[in-house]
């Protein structure tokens, strides 16, 4: 069973709201990640964190935007939520990558949460 | 412009039956090659990780096979189960970066009828 805790996991809220996806993980992980999966499409990364006070942009531009002050939190948030950012988030995780890079870097995933915004 | 193709993009099978999915990548330098299961309303869960050197790996009734030459990877699954009714995402990491970027396939729906 996974530890990394996801809430909430289904949320339908009107434009212009804003909104936090919360995202925590008990195995002490430095990594962490947010993914954005629409229906049949691969997932996309949206933002990522090597520690604590550390946040970067991923591959697919977002209006959102995260923060971690502590090593089990990562949260995003919506300032103002539009129809477009419906989707599913994905929260992960992973342990520092060792001097054997075999496995390194397999992400533990959450349950997700599925955000519809009218 | 590296990219995981993945095929079929859904496939049904009757329970019992063997079935094997495909996952074809451009990415390189390559690191490692993953599979994730990934229920329904549900994250993705991993069920193994090669790594260059490594042709086959196994999990139960799930065996994961590489060949690196030809960047081509399949998942085949024996006696297949209702609960196996789920996506198969191939993630493909490259060494390109200290994080070792991901590439996710679009992944392949698979169905178990009883």
């Known amino acids: 069973e996974a530890d990394i805790y996801q809430t909430p996991r289904y949320l339908v809220i009107g434009t212009g709201k804003k909104i936090t996806l919360e995202c925590s993980q008990t195995m002490g992980h430095d990594k962490m990640y947010w993914y954005q999966q629409d229906p049949g499409m691969e997932l996309h990364l949206i933002h990522y964190?090597?520690?604590?006070?550390?946040?970067e942009k991923g591959d697919l531009s977002s209006e959102s935007t995260v923060s971690r002050i502590r090593t089990e939190h990562f949260p995003l948030t919506l300032e103002s939520a539009r129809p477009s950012h419906t989707s599913q988030y994905l929260c992960a995780s992973s342990a520092q990558q060792g001097a054997d890079r075999s496995g390194a870097n397999v992400l533990t995933f959450g349950a997700g949460s599925r955000l519809t915004v009218l | 412009k590296n990219q995981v193709e993945q095929s079929p993009q859904s496939l049904i099978i009757l329970e019992g039956k063997n079935c094997t999915l495909q996952?074809?990548?451009?990415?390189?330098?390559?690191?490692?090659l993953r599979w994730y299961k990934q229920d329904t309303g549900r994250g993705p869960v991993s069920l193994t990780i090669m790594t260059f050197s490594e042709n086959t790996k196994s999990n139960g009734r799930y065996t994961a096979t590489l060949d690196a030459d030809t960047k081509q990877s399949s998942l085949h699954i024996t006696a297949s189960q209702l609960s196996d009714s789920a996506s198969y995402i191939c993630?493909?990491?490259?060494?390109?970066?200290?994080?070792?970027?991901?590439?996710f396939g679009r992944g392949t729906q698979l169905t178990v009828w009883p």
């Open positions: 996952c074809n990548y451009t990415v390189s330098p390559f690191s490692n």
């Open positions: 964190s090597y520690g604590v006070n550390s946040t």
């Open positions: 993630v493909v990491s490259d060494r390109g970066s200290t994080l070792g970027r991901l590439y």
